[in-house]
C-alpha cells in the first residue's frame, strides 16, 4: 500500500469508529426516549450500556484482525492509537501503549460476539439498523487489515469470521416480519435483563483502561472542545417543534403526507393562540389511520407525527408505542381485555401505533376475542382522550373494510393519510442516504443498474411491493456481496473499500435480460435541473456527475435520473466544474 493510501486510511478508520459510536448511542437514545417500557433499568444507564458495548465491539474487532498474523505491524499501531484516542479522547506514549494493546489482547477474545450486539437483536425498534452496523463492522474490518498492505489469507479469513458471526446472531429473526417479532416481545422481560448482563462482559476496555490509568507517566488527557449533545427532553419546546418538522421535511418523496402534518401542525398552533386569547376551540380528532403498501414510512411518519404534539403540548411525552393484533388480542376467554388495556398504558401521553390493525377482527366477522379488543380500545380513547392519540396502519382497502365494521372506529378515526409506493427514483435517494451514511460510493454504470432494476419492480408492484424495505434489502446485499468480491484482492485501496461496483447489485426479481440495456448506446436518463425545472435525457455517464443546465446554467449534481421512456434529441446537460 503506498504512502499516500495508508495516510487516508487512519482518517477513513476514524470516521468508522465515530459511525459506530454515533450508531450505538443514537440506538440507547432511541430506545431511552421513545421505548423506555422495554428496558428494565433508567434510560440513562441503557445509554451507558450502548456507548460500553461500542467501545467492546471495535476492539474486538480491531483486535480479532491485528492477532491474526500474530504480530502487529507499524501501521496497525499506529491505528491502535487511533483507536485508543477515539476510547478515551486520550494520546499514549510508547510504553502506555504497549500496556493498552496487551490489555486488549489478552481480554478481547474473551468478549462474546452476541453480547456486543444482543441489542439489536433482542429489542424490536433496533433491528432496522441491523443493515447499518453490519456495515459498520465490515468497513471497520476491512480498513484494519488492509493497513499493512495487501490483505494475507489469515486476515481475509478474520473478516470473513466476524461477517459470519453478526450473520449468525443477526439474521436469525427476519426484520420483515412482525409475526416473529412480537414473539420476542413476548419474552423480553428475560431477553432485556441479559442486554444489561452484557455489562459483565466488558472486561477489556474497562481493564485497560484501570491498568494504564495506574501507569507512569501520567495519561495526557486531551480535552474535548465540544459540548455534549443537548438531550432530547431538554430542548425548548419550540426547538423540539422545528427538529420535528425539519426530520419530516427531510424524508424522500411523502410530498402528500408532508402538507397534511403541516397542516394539522399549524391548526394546532393556531388553537393554542386562539385559547390563550381566550376564544373558543374547534374540537378535532387526532386519531389517524395511515393507509399503504409496507415500506413507505408508515412508522417513520408516526413517531415524527408523535413527536410533534409532545413539542406542542398536545401530548405530555409524545412517544411512540409500536404494537399488532399479537400486542392487543389474547388466546384465551377473559384475557384480552387486560392485554390490551396494558398496551394502552404504555402509550399514556403518547401515540399508540397500531400495525396491520385490519387483522385485529377477523375478515369473516366471528372474531370476539378482537372485537373486545377493538371495543377495549374505544373506551381508552375516550377515556383518556387527553393522553392518547392512535394510529392505525395497514392495507388501505382492508383499512377500509375495518372502519366500516364498527361505526365507533369510522367516527373517531376521520383523518386518513394515504402512503403511496415510492418510486424508482426516490427508491434510489432512499438507496444513496444509506451508502452516504455509511461511505459507501457509486458510480455512473451502477446508479444506472440500481434504477433499472427499482424502475422494473415499481412496473410491475402489486400491494406487496417492499418499498423503502426492498431499498433496505438490496443495500445490506451488496455490502455483504461487495465483501467477498474485495476479500481475495491482494492490493487493495481505500477507495475500492469504499465503492459498490455494478456486480454487487443483485435484484433477484428482476430479469438479467433487463441489465442488457447497460450496453445499449441509446440508454437515456431524464435530468432536472433543481433551481430552473428544465429537464433533458442525458446518457449514463452523467449520473453522479457535476453538470450544468444548457438552460439557465446552473450547476448541479446529477444524483439520479429517470429512465427516459422516448429518446429525444435534446441537448444533454453540460458537464460542470466537477463533471466528467
Known amino acids: 500500500m503506498s504512502t499516500f493510501e495508508f495516510t487516508d486510511l487512519p482518517s477513513q478508520f476514524r470516521q468508522m469508529l465515530g459511525k459506530c459510536r454515533d ?119 476491512n480498513l484494519i487489515a488492509r493497513a499493512d498492505g495487501p490483505i494475507r489469507p489469515t486476515e481475509a479469513a478474520h473478516v470473513q469470521t466476524i461477517q459470519d458471526e453478526l450473520q449468525r446472531h443477526l439474521r436469525r429473526i427476519p426484520i420483515d416480519e412482525p409475526s416473529e417479532h412480537a414473539e420476542a416481545d413476548r419474552t423480553r422481560e428475560d431477553t432485556i435483563e441479559k442486554i444489561f448482563s452484557s455489562a459483565d462482559e466488558l472486561p477489556a476496555v474497562r ?49 402528500n403526507i408532508k402538507d397534511e402534518v403541516h397542516t ?29 403498501n409496507p415500506g413507505t414510512g408508515k412508522t417513520t411518519v408516526a413517531r ?33 381485555g387486560p392485554k390490551s388495556n396494558k398496551k394502552i398504558d404504555e402509550a399514556l401521553d403518547g401515540v399508540l401505533f397500531i400495525d396491520e390493525a385490519y387483522t385485529l377482527i377477523a375478515s369473516d366477522g366471528e372474531d370476539p376475542f378482537g372485537h373486545e379488543a377493538v371495543q377495549t380500545l374505544l373506551k381508552r380513547m375516550e377515556d383518556d382522550r387527553e393522553r392518547l392519540v392512535v394510529i392505525l396502519a395497514g392495507y388501505p382497502v382492508e383499512m377500509q373494510a375495518l372502519l366500516r365494521s364498527n361505526p365507533g372506529l369510522s367516527s373517531r378515526f376521520s383523518r386518513q393519510l394515504t402512503f403511496i409506493d415510492y418510486t424508482p427514483l426516490e427508491l434510489a435517494r432512499i438507496f444513496s442516504l444509506m451508502c452516504n451514511k455509511n461511505l459507501y460510493k457509486v458510480g455512473a454504470r451502477t446508479r444506472a443498474k440500481i434504477m433499472l432494476g427499482f424502475t422494473w419492480l415499481y412496473e410491475r408492484r402489486d400491494r406487496h411491493f417492499g418499498n423503502g ?12 456481496r461487495q465483501a467477498n468480491r474485495i476479500a481475495a484482492v491482494i492490493d487493495l485501496s481505500v477507495e475500492q473499500l469504499s ?18 440495456k447497460l450496453d445499449d448506446p441509446a440508454l437515456r436518463f431524464h435530468l432536472s435541473c433543481p433551481q430552473c425545472a428544465h429537464g433533458k435525457d442525458a446518457p449514463m455517464r452523467f449520473l453522479g456527475e457535476g453538470v450544468k443546465c444548457p438552460k439557465c446554467q446552473h450547476e448541479f449534481t446529477a444524483d439520479w435520473g429517470e429512465i427516459a421512456v422516448d429518446v429525444g434529441d435534446d441537448e444533454p446537460p453540460q458537464p460542470g466544474r466537477r463533471g466528467a
Not at 494504564?212 to 423540539?240: H, M, V, Y
Not at 401530548?315 to 388480542?329: M, N, P
Open 23 to 141: 450508531l450505538y448511542v443514537s440506538s440507547g437514545e432511541l430506545a431511552a426516549r421513545e421505548h423506555a417500557h422495554l428496558l428494565p433499568h433508567s434510560g440513562e444507564k441503557f445509554i451507558q450500556l450502548m456507548d460500553d458495548l461500542h467501545q467492546a465491539l471495535v476492539v474486538k474487532v480491531f483486535v480479532t484482525i491485528c492477532e491474526a498474523d500474530r504480530r502487529w505491524s507499524k501501521n496497525e499501531k499506529f491505528l491502535a492509537e487511533v483507536l485508543v484516542f477515539h476510547l478515551w479522547s486520550q494520546w499514549l506514549d510508547e510504553d502506555q501503549m504497549r500496556q493498552a494493546l496487551e490489555a486488549m489482547s489478552t481480554r478481547a477474545m474473551d468478549l462474546k460476539w452476541y453480547s456486543l450486539v444482543r441489542p439489536f437483536d433482542q429489542l424490536a425498534p433496533l433491528r432496522n439498523r441491523i443493515g447499518d452496523l453490519e456495515a459498520i463492522v465490515s468497513r471497520l474490518a
Open 207 to 255: 481493564k485497560a483502561r484501570e491498568q494504564i490509568a495506574t501507569a507512569e507517566p501520567k495519561l495526557q488527557t486531551q480535552q474535548k472542545t465540544e459540548p455534549p449533545p443537548k438531550p432530547e427532553s431538554d430542548k425548548p419546546p419550540e426547538e423540539r417543534l422545528a427538529d420535528a418538522l425539519a426530520e419530516l421535511d427531510n424524508l424522500i418523496g411523502l410530498d
Open 264 to 292: 394539522l401542525a399549524n391548526f394546532l398552533k393556531v388553537q393554542k393562540i386562539r385559547a390563550e386569547a381566550g376564544l373558543p376551540n374547534t374540537n378535532l380528532s387526532l386519531h389517524m389511520v395511515f393507509g399503504g
Open 304 to 336: 415524527i407525527v408523535g413527536k410533534i404534539f409532545g413539542a406542542m403540548g398536545v401530548l405530555k411525552k409524545g412517544h411512540l408505542i409500536e404494537t399488532d393484533r399479537s400486542g392487543l388480542v389474547a388466546e384465551y376467554a377473559g384475557q384480552t
Open 469 to 480: 424495505r426492498t431499498v433496505r434489502n438490496l443495500f445490506e446485499d451488496a455490502i455483504r
Open 499 to 516: 465503492t459498490l461496483e455494478t456486480e454487487d447489485i443483485h435484484f433477484a426479481k428482476v430479469p438479467l435480460d433487463e441489465f442488457a
